[in-house]
């Protein structure tokens, strides 16, 4: 009996993933716990998670307002295993997030002998500083998870459907790439019906099970935060330009930062030359990581405006994703051994845009702010919260994840997300509507808010008890009390 032959990693590709391990901490540290509003939403269901509370925003509601449904759990265990931070710990998880993403990336490349194209693609995911913005959100694991499905279709399909349902988990939104990994991913039914079959039990197992887990928690299959986002889009006039048709015209900035004004044009018609090259290949690729995400991105740019969602930027993160790797794949036509001329020319506007792509990323590393001042001012708004009000008062605002998160109060979403009983007025536009509706004893506003403190029917029954600002007026940051409410801190209450 012949020994098993063993098959070793290749020394450069472990080389290739140790230097982005590297990269990956040292841009870790570099933007730890810097969070955007809607990221500490998710991290306030993680803080109710590990106090025992369950998935909840506000103890004792079991409001399905959390679209990341597992990534609360994960970094709710992470924080009562480790009582680290949980900004901290969003911060660490999405650096392995990224590197186990770009990782994936490069050995699926590998694998069809493309490992430039794979290791140019992951090195680019690492270095924007726009991919390590978008922290405590789940998408690096939902296409890290998409992308292990996709390499273990074939040799491991029961491990694949597993990977594929946990992304689902991740997102509901991923179901789009469970069906392309079903679909062409390698789980094939075409000569392989039993490992089809495999692929679809644990898929269908795993989704089964998280399905079941939410509806007897929440009564609900799937998060409540999409009609909230379709009614914001209906009622707000400024947002309402900015979904449907309007909504890549809108994430066009993100685009131009990316890859320079008058280079970003090239980028994404050569990016989706490359993906559509790709896609093209999906049955026959040895590779199906590439064409996997790539489809789930385009499937995605595609699905937003449809869905009639107002754009955010977390929403262009997987869509930009897929045009990378697009971009990548025409470095393919190079083959700078052996390849035409003309196929060489015909990748030079991808190289173009890549190593534009590197530059931009490099540059804005020094001057890169992922919070923002809007979470800095939410964050001394809730410190004075903390001083001022009992822990029993219960605020209201427009953007209640850093509240929510700092000032550790019940917290009435004035937008829908995680208090669906305003949807409906968030639907007409109705903002007073909303806010008189609520029960809270403090609102919070800014200086753009919806709401018009100078109206008639606002002063009767709102006081304005402190304004918090940092550098321009719009900035600022005002908590009114609602009259004929006792705020007085209670002795040992905070």
């Not at 079903?182 to 898929?203: E, H, M």
Request: with cysteine; proline share 7%.
């Amino acid at each position: 009996m012949e020994p098993r032959r063993v098959v070793r990693p290749d020394p450069r590709l472990l080389a290739v993933i140790a230097a982005w391990a590297g990269w990956s901490l040292w841009a870790a540290v570099r933007t730890a716990g810097e969070l955007s509003d809607d990221a500490f939403i998710t991290l306030r269901y993680a803080q109710n998670f590990a106090r025992g509370h369950g998935l909840v925003f506000n103890p004792g509601e079991r409001v399905f307002g959390c679209t990341e449904p597992l990534l609360a759990v994960l970094l709710g265990s992470a924080r009562w295993v480790s009582g680290l931070p949980l900004p901290n710990l969003a911060t660490a998880l999405h650096a392995l997030g990224l590197l186990a993403l770009a990782s994936l990336v490069l050995l699926g490349a590998a694998r069809s002998g493309r490992a430039l194209p794979g290791a140019v693609a992951g090195s680019l995911i690492l270095a924007l500083p726009f991919c390590w913005s978008l922290q405590g959100f789940a998408w690096p694991w939902v296409a890290s998870l998409l992308a292990g499905a996709a390499l273990f279709a074939a040799p491991r399909p029961l491990l694949s459907g597993l990977l594929a349902g946990l992304a689902v988990g991740f997102r509901p939104d991923a179901l789009l790439g469970v069906a392309l990994v079903g679909l062409f991913g390698g789980a094939n039914p075409v000569g392989a019906k039993k490992s089809f079959l495999r692929w679809i039990a644990g898929t269908a197992l795993t989704i089964a099970l998280l399905a079941l887990s939410a509806w007897l928690w929440f009564g609900h299959l799937l998060p409540a935060t999409l009609a909230a986002k379709q009614a914001f889009a209906a009622g707000s006039g400024r947002a309402g330009t900015r979904s449907g048709l309007g909504f890549w015209p809108a994430a066009w900035p993100v685009f131009t930062r990316t890859f320079g004004d008058w280079l970003a044009p090239v980028a994404v018609l050569w990016g989706v030359l490359g993906g559509t090259l790709g896609m093209a290949r999906l049955r026959r690729a040895r590779d199906p990581v590439f064409p996997i995400l790539v489809g789930f991105g385009a499937a995605l740019a595609i699905a937003y405006p449809i869905l009639g969602v107002p754009f955010w930027s977390w929403y262009v993160i997987l869509p930009l994703i897929a045009l990378l790797l697009g971009l990548a794949e025409c470095l393919a036509l190079l083959r700078l051994s052996g390849g035409s001329v003309g196929r060489r020319l015909l990748a030079l506007p991808a190289l173009l845009a890549l190593l534009v792509a590197g530059i931009l990323a490099v540059r804005a590393w020094g001057t890169v702010d992922q919070a923002g001042p809007r979470v800095a001012l939410y964050r001394q708004t809730a410190a004075w919260i903390d001083r001022s009000a009992p822990p029993s008062a219960r605020i209201a605002a427009f953007e209640v994840g850093t509240l929510g998160f700092y000032a550790d109060r019940p917290v009435d979403d004035l937008l829908g997300l995680v208090s669906p009983q305003y949807v409906a007025a968030v639907r007409e536009g109705n903002w007073a509507g909303a806010l008189l509706a609520s029960r809270a004893d403090l609102v919070v506003l800014t200086g753009g808010s919806r709401i018009n403190p100078r109206a008639p029917w606002f002063s009767p029954k709102y006081r304005l008890v402190t304004k918090i600002a940092v550098g321009e007026e719009r900035a600022a940051v005002y908590a009114y009390r609602r009259r004929g409410r006792d705020l007085t801190p209670r002795r040992g209450g905070g």
